[in-house]
């Protein structure tokens, strides 16, 4: 909470507390990175990420963390590395899945990717990440239709998914359904939305 409110150091002690109780807490180490996130620490975030591992190598979700930091830096081997590892430790956890299917449609592994994702889905079935990520897989694809159906899912479950309102958008404009697709585009509310991904919908 203190670190939604921007309230740092009030957060990083709420954070510590814990690890005076118990020093090899993973979970801990696994969440700090997002104070490092606030002050663009990469390597303090490496480094609790490394710590979090220390503590209990089969923690997965710090492992798939770690995996996406490596992602949003383009270091696309050590993500595949460590998201293929927390994928082998965790086949039940639909977030380490879906981490897992987006790393190897990133590397081009498109069937791979979808089974995966299948099994999130099959995991976290109300899901409107996973149901859009299916959408944008299909996109890949060409499968119009089906990238279609996924898209709107997802939108009826989450009206602000910007992964969804963007595929649906692709569809639209390569179907030759522009009005639709500018509509599409128009989002309900931008402040609801990452920097990143109103750059995506406005790119589009």
Request: aromatic share 6%.
């Amino acid at each position: 909470a203190f670190l939604d409110a921007v309230r740092i150091d009030k957060s990083r002690a709420a954070y510590f507390k814990p690890l005076k109780v118990r020093s090899d807490h993973s979970p801990v180490y696994d969440d700090l990175p997002r104070l490092a996130y606030q002050t663009g620490d990469d390597d303090l975030a490496l480094e609790n990420y490394g710590k979090a591992l220390e503590a209990n190598p089969t923690d997965a979700r710090a492992r798939l963390h770690r995996g996406q930091l490596h992602l949003e830096r383009e270091r696309y081997d050590q993500a595949m590395d460590d998201i293929r590892e927390a994928a082998r430790l965790r086949p039940d956890d639909a977030e380490v899945q879906l981490g897992f299917s987006r790393i190897l449609l990133i590397n081009s592994l498109t069937n791979q990717a979808l089974t995966a994702a299948r099994k999130a889905r099959e995991l976290e079935p109300d899901s409107a990440r996973v149901v859009a990520h299916i959408a944008e897989i299909y996109l890949g694809l060409r499968a119009w239709v089906e990238s279609e159906e996924m898209a709107r899912l997802a939108l009826e479950r989450d009206p602000h998914n910007a992964r969804a309102r963007w595929v649906l958008a692709e569809v639209y404009g390569r179907t030759a359904r522009l009005d639709q697709a500018l509509a599409v585009l128009d989002t309900p509310d931008l402040d609801r939305l990452r920097l990143k991904e109103r750059e995506l919908l406005e790119e589009s």
